[in-house]
């Protein structure tokens, strides 16, 4: 059965759309919240584990009480950041968040930390969420933790088909699951209040807490509130993906900014007053969330659903990269620091490359990290915390130089964003620096250069491409009087496809010169008694090549003095070629064509023409 590509991209992402659609395949308020804010969203899944993770072996029951008060500080940063990147959206609406405003303000180098810092988080945040919403999967049904990484790889498999499927399509398939989990997270901090103050439930903890009862200090809490700072991640994908809401894009993105901020903050917090009432215990196979359900509801069937609901919004969470890094990676492609190919977009008008090269780099981190979250999780926060901190410095910048009505109001609060989430960085930096931030610390510099470095490549390019008005005179003056055109034709095997590339040859030029490559005595001579049979009046060269190059003895043989070709005049290679139409009939075949070609492409005084020759095996 021939495998028709075409046909199968059809079938799993849809046919391709015009350019003139893209407008209908932009997010209103209502699509454009569950997807640009799933990744904050769902940070409250795994945020407040992640803070009594750090209080509980040192605290034990204390913990609950000093677990609030690092809500409460996580929340107050959550809105600063709020209202700074509404005025972020207002003075970019072209997207690009801290990037573009790094870059704008405080020059290319900081744009490119921030962008670089970026990427990183939003390549953890689908390897995280992916990975946290396995372990609400194996929370609910133990008996799957053995295959942690298979399902979280399956995961990211599914959110790439289907966020390649296009805006439109992507935001109503995965916005439902989102609001569905707003609902039942809210119908469970509800109820569990309701359980407890009206009802006299006397919660029983899920997990024997630790019988110790150290003292707070200010690093141990410090460490606390950084763990818990993941209930930010995200908070900038709303900024950054400005373009992709319907017009009037800026204000449909500080709609959603806000509504995210409330939800964030009785979701968020919600959750910790839980913690602290349920008495839920950190534990490596049962989420905190799900000790909470399980009392809330009895372990009843709404354990189940809301388990169920957790894993899909965690892996939801994941849109919210696929939304930005592409997007973000676009607007560097056309600036020159990233491959051009990230800026084109694909079928379904989205940009297609950068969600494949998310999803490939996202699942290479689940195989090294085993699909861990608390592993994963030390190299989280410190890369957005940079971006935060120079979005918030540029946006500070901006306002004290254009001083337009109301710039100290703007400037105070970017000012004070920025000085909170530059201590912020600090601590996370330094609190997780042994749990992995020291990776991405060292990660920055390497893609900051590698930017760089495609830069300059572009750069030097267009300089050797570039046509002065002096050298286009200069080509129209060219004589091409007294030019000869020498045509070289390789060839292995007498058969129908050299002799299609032999014809479309002698088309082009009377100097014609066969060009064979020994590395087999016994196929040579057959070769030459073929090609003395059929008589085709064209002289055949043969070179040895004791060490079975095929390529080397082309190129010294144009290089050398027994070439009647000069400096000046034209060579064209012809490369005969056969295709097969079978996709993985080219596996079969050695093609030594394309081998030549990329050899003598690099030549300046060589043209090469590939003349293609169809295999049918249908």
Same mark, same amino acid.
């Given at each position: ?50 803070? /009594? @993770?750090?209080?509980?072996? $040192?605290?034990? *029951? %204390? ?8 809500? &409460?500080?996580? +929340? ?67 008996? /799957? @933790?053995?295959?942690?990484? $298979?399902?979280? *790889? %399956? ?8 966020? &390649?499927?296009? +805006? ?73 993906? $400005? ?376």
């Amino acid at each position: 059965m021939n495998l028709n590509l075409g046909n199968v991209s059809n079938a799993l992402i849809g046919k391709s759309l015009k350019t003139e659609e893209l407008k209908g395949e932009k997010f209103n308020v209502f699509w454009g919240l569950p997807i640009m804010s799933s990744d904050a969203i769902s940070s409250v899944a795994y945020a407040g584990e992640e803070i /009594l @993770l750090i209080l509980m072996p $040192v605290m034990g *029951l %204390l913990s609950y009480r000093y677990m609030l008060y690092a809500s &409460l500080c996580i +929340i107050f940063l959550l809105f600063m950041l709020i209202f700074s990147y509404r005025q972020t959206i207002d003075a970019y609406p072209g997207g690009g968040g801290s990037y573009i405003v790094a870059t704008d303000n405080l020059g290319t180098t900081a744009g490119l930390v921030a962008g670089a810092s970026l990427v990183i988080d939003y390549i953890l945040t689908v390897a995280v969420s992916a990975s946290a919403g396995t372990a609400a999967i194996t929370s609910a049904i133990p008996s /799957l @933790l053995p295959h942690t990484v $298979v399902i979280t *790889l %399956l995961l990211i498999t599914l959110l790439v088909i289907g966020n &390649l499927k296009g +805006i439109r399509e992507s935001s109503r398939v995965f916005g439902v699951p989102t609001y569905i989990f707003i609902f039942l997270i809210l119908a469970m901090l509800i109820w569990g209040i309701i359980k407890i103050n009206f009802m006299g439930y006397i919660p029983k903890s899920s997990y024997k807490i630790p019988d110790v009862s150290g003292t707070i200090t200010i690093f141990l809490f410090l460490k606390a509130f950084a763990a818990g700072c993941t209930a930010l991640t995200g908070v900038e994908a709303v900024s950054n993906g $400005v373009p992709n809401f319907r017009e009037p894009s800026q204000k449909n993105a500080k709609i959603v900014l806000m509504l995210l901020a409330f939800i964030v903050l009785l979701m968020f917090g919600g959750i910790s007053y839980l913690a602290t009432l349920y008495h839920a215990v950190p534990n490596s196979n049962v989420t905190v969330i799900a000790q909470i359900s399980w009392q809330v509801f009895n372990g009843g069937i709404i354990f189940y659903i809301i388990q169920a609901a957790t894993a899909v919004i965690l892996v939801m969470a994941c849109n919210t990269a696929f939304a930005g890094l592409p997007l973000l990676v676009a607007l560097m492609a056309k600036d020159g620091y990233a491959p051009r190919q990230f800026a084109k977009r694909g079928k379904r008008l989205n940009y297609s490359n950068g969600i494949i090269m998310l999803g490939l780099l996202a699942a290479i981190l689940v195989i090294i990290f085993k699909g861990d979250t608390h592993y994963l999780l030390g190299l989280y926060a410190v890369g957005v915390f940079i971006s935060f901190t120079l979005s918030q410095f540029g946006m500070f910048k901006r306002w004290t130089k254009i001083k337009i009505n109301g710039w100290k109001h703007k400037a105070f609060i970017n000012g004070l964003g920025g000085v909170l989430t530059f201590v912020t960085t600090i601590i996370i930096g330094v609190t997780r620096f042994t749990r992995g931030a020291w990776v991405v610390l060292i990660l920055i510099p390497i893609i900051v250069y590698t930017m760089e470095k495609i830069k300059r490549h572009y750069l030097k390019v267009a300089q050797q491409l570039r046509l002065s008005m002096d050298e286009l005179i200069k080509y129209e003056k060219v004589s091409f009087e007294g030019q000869k055109r020498y045509v070289i034709v390789p060839i292995d095997t007498l058969n129908k496809s050299f002799l299609k590339a032999l014809n479309y040859a002698r088309t082009i030029s009377e100097n014609i010169i066969v060009f064979h490559v020994s590395v087999d005595d016994e196929v040579t001579n057959k070769l030459l008694k073929k090609w003395n049979e059929y008589n085709i009046g064209i002289p055949i060269i043969v070179k040895k090549s004791p060490y079975r190059s095929i390529i080397k003895p082309l190129a010294k043989f144009i290089d050398s003095e027994e070439y009647a070709a000069g400096p000046k005049d034209t060579i064209t290679v012809v490369l005969p070629q056969f295709v097969v139409t079978k996709w993985w009939g080219n596996i079969l075949h050695n093609q030594t064509a394309l081998l030549i070609k990329s050899i003598l492409l690099k030549r300046r005084n060589i043209a090469i023409v590939t003349v293609p020759y169809i295999i049918d095996e249908n």
